[in-house]
């Protein structure tokens, strides 16, 4: 047995069941019968809680089981042999832990709680034997692991933008997330440090620093502690999409003080245009 098992963070919750279970429509019973979702509740090994700053494995356990996010938040970090730390992604309600591995015979990660997180285990090679008897269960899994390359291949992509950009996609995917879970899209809190961030786009502390003025100062959000709330949601789906750059933003920023005055001035010369005639025809 793991390290990571025998802490105080594997301490079992309460029995539950997955069809009461408040993630259901995120996991995998969502578009199973009531028959396949007690099938698939067998797999279920054990759900425990995984206390904040402990692990749910760590890299070199033995890769055995899966993960389902039931509760809380995580981070997938991987330490070089050099001492240098690499944070690889972050994982939330309904989010699979361990697919990274699967095809391996231990885990290549670290998955760290970022709060205080529930999860569920599942067998991998239970979940492999069910996936065949159900098809729509392996379509669902066959779904995940295709997002999950998605989502790689995005993040790499990502890496080679600008940093403006990174942030800006990196504040959308967690307001996605905060509507997901059913709360605001424009107004959540960062379970993860601004240096798990950093490493996560690729930046340092203090570039992380910048980024959060200026974004904070282009009235793109607001940002007290770790609590963020989103002002201009469609700037920064352009900023993240590569539609306009950083550069054109600020100048359209700095232009629309001026074509607004403008716009006031006609209208004053308009105003007093209408007056006149008024007094005019009278």
């Given at each position: ?8 963070s594997?301490r079992?919750?309460?029995v ?14 969502r ?17 425990r ?25 995580f ?52 979940l ?62 960062l ?14 502390n203090?570039?992380?620093s ?32 590569g ?40």
């Amino acid at each position: 047995m793991s390290k990571s098992d025998t802490t105080a963070s594997g301490r079992l919750f309460p029995v539950l069941t997955c069809k009461s279970c408040i993630v259901r429509r995120q996991c995998f019973p969502r578009d199973l019968s009531a028959s396949e979702i007690e099938q698939f509740e067998q797999l279920v090994g054990r759900r425990r809680r995984v206390l904040r700053g402990q692990f749910a494995y760590r890299a070199h356990d033995e890769c055995t089981k899966l993960f389902i996010i039931r509760m809380g938040s995580f981070k997938t970090v991987r330490v070089s042999a050099q001492g240098g730390v690499d944070v690889i992604a972050f994982h939330h309600v309904g989010d699979l832990l361990g697919t990274e591995s699967a095809s391996h015979s231990r885990y290549d990660v670290d998955a760290i709680a970022l709060e205080d997180s529930q999860i569920c285990e599942v067998c991998f090679s239970g979940l492999e034997y069910l996936s065949r008897k159900i098809p729509s269960l392996q379509h669902q899994i066959l779904h995940r692991l295709s997002n999950e390359v998605a989502s790689m291949q995005q993040q790499s992509l990502l890496l080679k933008s600008r940093s403006e950009q990174r942030f800006a996609s990196f504040l959308l995917d967690l307001s996605r997330i905060s509507s997901r879970s059913g709360h605001s899209a424009t107004d959540f809190s960062l379970r993860m440090s601004r240096t798990d961030i950093g490493l996560f786009l690729g930046l340092t502390n203090e570039s992380m620093s910048r980024l959060i003025t200026r974004f904070r100062k282009a009235g793109l959000i607001e940002v007290s502690v770790r609590h963020v709330r989103v002002l201009a949601v469609e700037a920064l789906g352009e900023l993240a999409s590569g539609t306009i750059s950083w550069d054109q933003y600020e100048q359209d920023q700095m232009e629309r003080p001026c074509a607004q005055a403008q716009a006031r001035e006609m209208g004053q010369v308009l105003a007093l245009e209408r007056t006149a005639a008024s007094a005019r025809s009278a």
